[in-house]
C-alpha cells in the first residue's frame, strides 16, 4: 500500500518557491530552501524544503537527500551561534499517518533553550502564526551573510 498524502489544491511549498506566495527565506540553494516557519513552537524554528515538488523521503534522490542533511547541520549551528540554542530536534513527517501536513517533503529544525518542554511536539494548529516582518528578521539572523 502506497503512503497516503495530504491533498491540497495548491502546494503552499512550491508557492514559496516560485515566489507567489509570501515567506521569509533563510536560503536559497540550488536543491533546496530554508524558510522560516510561521508557527513558531520555539524561537527559531525553520523548514527545510526541496526546491522540486517532491512528496516525500522516498521521493529524494541522493543529491536532494545530501542537500537537506547539510542545510540542517548549517542551520543548526546557526541556531545554537544566533539563538544560543542549546539543543537542535530535527524531524520530518512522510504520509498522513505519520502527521505529513503537506505533500511536499519538509524538515523542521527546532531550537531548544533552557525550560523547553523536550516532549513537546509540533502541531501546526497549536500555535499561532507569527508576522511575515517576525519571520523575515529571524531570517536574517540566520542567514548565511549574518554567519560570515
Known amino acids: 500500500m502506497p503512503i497516503r498524502l495530504p491533498t491540497l489544491m495548491t502546494c503552499g511549498f512550491c508557492e514559496y518557491i516560485a515566489g507567489t506566495r509570501e515567506c521569509a527565506f533563510v536560503h536559497r540553494g540550488p536543491l533546496v530552501s530554508t524558510i522560516v516557519n510561521h ?35 548549517r542551520i543548526s549551528r546557526a541556531l545554537v551561534e544566533r539563538f544560543d540554542a542549546t539543543g537542535i530536534n530535527i524531524f520530518q513527517n512522510n504520509g498522513l499517518d505519520a502527521n505529513q ?35 523575515r528578521d529571524a531570517a536574517a539572523r540566520m542567514s548565511p551573510a549574518a554567519l560570515a
Open 101 to 135: 501536513h503537506y505533500p511536499h517533503y519538509h524538515m523542521h529544525v527546532v531550537p531548544r533553550y533552557p525550560g523547553s518542554d523536550p516532549t513537546k511536539i509540533y502541531s501546526h494548529t497549536n500555535f499561532e502564526a507569527i508576522s511575515i516582518a517576525e519571520q
Open 39 to 73: 508557527t513558531q513552537y520555539e524561537s527559531g524554528a525553520v523548514l527545510i524544503i526541496p526546491n522540486l515538488h517532491l512528496s516525500t523521503v522516498l521521493d529524494l534522490d541522493a543529491a536532494v537527500l545530501d542537500a537537506v542533511g547539510r542545510e540542517a547541520q
